[in-house]
């Protein structure tokens, strides 16, 4: 069974089973969490989608923070002597789906 998660503001396509990367949800390692703006499901010989879904994702949380790689936001005006560096490293949750029922 094939279903496709809005999981802050972001779609996934998840099957049972599947491990993944989202950003980050409060929890702890080995809490479980239930999705339910579920958008589309397949079941092998029907599709559903819209209003019509009434499934729910339900996965588990493998690693509670994970963080992304670096990104730098570098700005410079040329012979001003104005340089400005900022960076970040976004926050993930890594997830593994359990069921789709």
């Known amino acids: ?10 779609q ?3 099957k049972a089973g599947d491990s ?3 950003p980050h949800i409060e929890g702890k390692t080995g809490d479980s969490i239930e ?4 958008l589309f499901t397949d079941n092998g010989s029907s599709v ?3 209003s019509n879904v009434k499934t729910v994702v339900k996965a588990e949380i493998v690693n509670d923070l994970v963080k992304g790689d ?3 936001a570098f700005k410079m005006k040329r012979r001003k002597g104005f340089r400005k560096k900022i ?3 976004t926050q993930y949750t890594q997830i593994k789906v359990t069921a789709i029922s």
């Open 12 to 14: 996934f396509k998840v």
């Open 35 to 38: 999705f339910s703006d579920v």
């Open 20 to 22: 993944l990367y989202v």
């Open 1 to 10: 069974m094939l279903a496709v998660v809005k999981i802050a503001g972001q």
């Open 87 to 89: 960076g970040h490293r």
């Open 70 to 72: 670096k990104v730098i």
């Open 48 to 50: 559903t989608s819209g």
